[in-house]
Structures are given as structure tokens and as C-alpha cells.
């Protein structure tokens, strides 16, 4: 049970890991393969975001303090979660929106094509 | 096929599974992502930029390169799908499959409903982008809220209601100019001696002494490279949207 408390934000990412790559892998649809490689996505965002959290922290903004009326902000490390796993996230968030809206589009020029976006359809088809 | 890939899917889990011990515990401040590199940007990123937003002074400004080639990796997408689903003229040949019968749709209450929504959309976009400093926010998340109030235009009107007020070519236009508006900044810094994105050497453009001129350079690209980032995100969101919806017909939406 204290496994399980310790480790719940690594085991909640493995589960959607593994929900996306049975997607990707075992679906026949298209779009389902797109939606699979989206959850594959956001396991991977979640994992960077949980990595970068410090118990007892706030948001990598900084507050401040004022001391005569003058705003000192306060720049002590571990007040603050970690910037850069969420900048590289943020990242990673609006490459996954272009691929997304790339693989859609070629599902979709597929679908014009071939009247279908059912795999083994379209391997039919194709023979 | 299905019951392969589940077997597949279980193997990785349990494989993941086996190595949980080995990796740091959630929260853990002194974990090898948190306690060498994040310190110094969190420690020195008001110092060097005077930006309290720590994400968006690393994002626009120390990883400067990082960023202007995301928006290439957007702008690139754009015209892929471009290139791909954008059609002229009528049909040609008979594998285009059959369209069904046009049906208007009816905007008695989402009409309205758009019509007191998006410009509070549009003006929170902005507040989100010029903000981004101080909260947070930056160029891709008001990019795409103000993308969202132009996809919701087109999607509870007609696509060419929404398309009167940002054409084709104007988003096009604009996927490029943001990209432009960011490299743009990069090339000035180049022209005043310094290395291309390297915001400090704009110090000549403002006042006070070489040090704090500096630092105050690096605010104001940053504010100008969230613009360009914005310009980019919101007309690539709604390219993206109307190509896709209209089947790269340009005529209507879903």
C-alpha cells in the first residue's frame, strides 16, 4: 500500500503508456491510432511534469516580498517547481498538436481516397 | 493482432513496473531533474532578465533556439497539410466521394451565444500573451485561445463567416510572419554585434546604464518574440482546423 502512494503518479503514466501503445498497436482505425499516439503523449507529458515537482513547492513564478515598498522577489530554489521539465513540455505539447493535425490529415486524405479508414479495408483495397 | 498488441502493451507496463524502484520519489527536491541544472535558471533568471516568470524567460529567451524552431515545426505542419488536403476548383474524377447535401447551420442560440463569447476570448488571448511574463501564460496558450475564438466563429456560423474575417491568404500570411517576427528579432540582435538571439546586444535601443539596458532588452524581445509565437499558433490552430473540416474545400465546416 506504501509502494502504491509512493509510486501512484508513475503507475497512473504506465497505465496510459499502455493504453496508447495498445491503441497504436492493436486498433484498426485510423483515427483510434491517432487518438492512441495522443494518450502516448500526454503519459509522456505527465511523467516530465511529475518529475519536476518538490513537495511543498508553488509554480515556477516568482514570488516577492515588500520590504519598505519595494518588491524583492525571493529566489530560493526549493520554493519553486522545476521550470525546465514544463518548458520542455510546452514543447513537446505543440509538436504533438502539429503531428496530430498532420497524421489526421493524411487519415483523412486516405478516407477520401479509399472510401474508408479501417485498415485491413484498405489493404483490401489495395490488392 | 489484438490480443498480440495487448501482450505487447502488458510486457512494457510490467517491464516499467519492475524498474519503479529505481526511480526518484514523487516531490523529492534533491531528485537528479531537480536539484542540478533548474537551480541556476530559477535563482538567476530575475537577475539576468527581470522576468518573474521563470518558464517563459527560459523558454523565450535561454532556449531561444529551442523555441523559434518549434514555431518552424508548426509553420512546417501548416504547410504540409496544406500541400496535402487543399483543393481548387470543382471535383475532378469520380473517387472524390460524394459530398452530402449542404445543411446550413441553424445559430439561433450558439449565434448568439459566439457573438458575447469571443471577443472576451480574444481579449483574454491577448491579456494572456502580453501577461506572460508576470503570470502564466506566454505565446502558445494565448495563441491558442485566440485560435479557439476564431475556430468557434467558424464552427457555430458558417466557415465562410469566419473566413470573411481571416482569409486564406491572411493565415497563411501570418503562420509565416510570426515565424518571421521571431527570427526577425534573432537577425536584429545579430546586426547590433551580439549573436543571433542573443537578446542582451539590443542593449543600444534603451536607456540607462550598459547593464541594465541589457537586461531590459532581454524583457523586451522576450515580449516581442511571445507576439510573433502568438501570430503563429493562432492562424496555424485555424488552419489547421478549416482544412481539415472543410475536407480543403474552403467552402464549409463540419
Known sequence: MEWLQINYNYLLVIVLLMIGLWAMIGKNNLVKKCIGMCIFQNAIIMFFISMGVKAGSTIPILNYTKIDGVKTYLTEASMYANPLTQILMLTAIVVGVATLGMALTLVQKIYSEYGTCEEDEILEKLN | ?254
Open chain 2, 1 to 254: 493482432m489484438k490480443v498480440l498488441s495487448l501482450i505487447i502493451a502488458l510486457v512494457m507496463g510490467a517491464l516499467l513496473t519492475v524498474i519503479l524502484d529505481d526511480l526518484p520519489a514523487w516531490g523529492d527536491a534533491q531528485s537528479p531533474a531537480n536539484a542540478h541544472v533548474s537551480a541556476y535558471y530559477l535563482e538567476n533568471a530575475y537577475k539576468q532578465t527581470h522576468v518573474p516568470n521563470v518558464v517563459t524567460a527560459v523558454l523565450a529567451d535561454y532556449r531561444g533556439f529551442d523555441t523559434m524552431f518549434e514555431t518552424g515545426v508548426v509553420f512546417v505542419a501548416v504547410i504540409g497539410i496544406m500541400a496535402i488536403l487543399r483543393r481548387e476548383g470543382v471535383p475532378k474524377g469520380a473517387k472524390s466521394r460524394k459530398r452530402p447535401p449542404h445543411q446550413p447551420p441553424d445559430p439561433a442560440i450558439t449565434g448568439v451565444a459566439t457573438r458575447f463569447i469571443v471577443p472576451f476570448m480574444q481579449i483574454f488571448g491577448l491579456y494572456v500573451i502580453a501577461h506572460g511574463h508576470y503570470s502564466p501564460g506566454g505565446g502558445f496558450q494565448g495563441g491558442v485561445i485566440l485560435g479557439a475564438s476564431v475556430i468557434l466563429m467558424a464552427m457555430t456560423g458558417e466557415l465562410k463567416s469566419a473566413l470573411n474575417r481571416m482569409s486564406e491568404d491572411w493565415f497563411i500570411i501570418m503562420v509565416g510572419l510570426g515565424f518571421l517576427i521571431f527570427a526577425g528579432v534573432g537577425l536584429a540582435c545579430m546586426f547590433y554585434g551580439g549573436n543571433f538571439l542573443d537578446y542582451s546586444a539590443l542593449a543600444p535601443l534603451f536607456s540607462g546604464t550598459p547593464q541594465e539596458a541589457a537586461i531590459t532588452a532581454r524583457y523586451h524581445a522576450m515580449l516581442w518574440v511571445e507576439i510573433g509565437v502568438g501570430f503563429t499558433v493562432m492562424s496555424s490552430m485555424f488552419a489547421i482546423y478549416t482544412y481539415l473540416a472543410s475536407d480543403g474545400w474552403m467552402d464549409r465546416g463540419l
